[in-house]
């Protein structure tokens, strides 16, 4: 049983201090969402319409990755969505970094590579592709952005996992593997 948010939606939304209410509220049971994508919907629905995440171009070696539910989950963010989902893979990125060069002593560059294998890398343009700092095969370069939520369903599901990542020569190629594959 999951906790949940409480709100009371009175008939009348102008009731005065001392003034009797009309009718009984009526509850309106949110609860925690199962995923994020569905309470952003949830708030962009309560608190209006927001931009819409920009265009993401396919890369044409990546077009067999794409499937139309992923184009319909892009075209449902908002570019309120897009940003806070970039921010925060860039806060863990960050984190990750600084854990392997303060806690495991890696160089720089080293603790670079090792966030690049263990993380996923995201592009919202073709450019973005390009923008490469280390010497990576095809199977290693950024994917679309419009794949994240596959992807992230297919690590909560444990598909992506530790081992398999292991044995990966990164979190991108591991992707493309079980994409063409037909694990995700």
């Not at 005065?16 to 919907?41: F, I």
């Not at 139309?68 to 806060?91: I, M, R």
Request: aromatic share 12%; net charge neutral.
């Amino acid at each position: 049983m999951g906790l949940g948010l409480m709100f009371d939606i009175w008939p009348n939304p102008c009731i005065r201090e001392g003034q009797a209410r009309s009718g009984p509220p009526l509850n309106l049971n949110v609860g925690l969402q199962p995923n994020r994508e569905r309470l952003m919907r949830l708030f962009s629905k309560l608190f209006g319409a927001k931009r819409p995440a920009p265009p993401c171009p396919i890369h044409p070696d990546e077009l067999d990755l794409v499937r139309p539910e992923d184009v319909e989950w892009w075209s449902g963010l908002s570019f309120e969505n897009y940003q806070a989902w970039e921010k925060e893979d860039n806060f863990f990125r960050y984190m990750a970094f600084k854990d392997f060069v303060e806690t495991d002593g890696l160089s720089s560059a080293e603790a670079g590579k090792k966030v690049r294998h263990f993380f996923s890398m995201f592009y919202g343009n073709l450019e973005e592709r390009a923008e490469e700092k280390f010497n990576l095969g095809a199977a290693d370069a950024r994917l679309p952005y419009v794949l994240k939520d596959r992807i992230n369903r297919a690590v909560m599901s444990g598909i992506i996992d530790k081992q398999a990542l292991e044995q990966a020569s990164s979190f991108n190629a591991l992707v493309r593997q079980l994409i063409r594959s037909g694990r995700i």
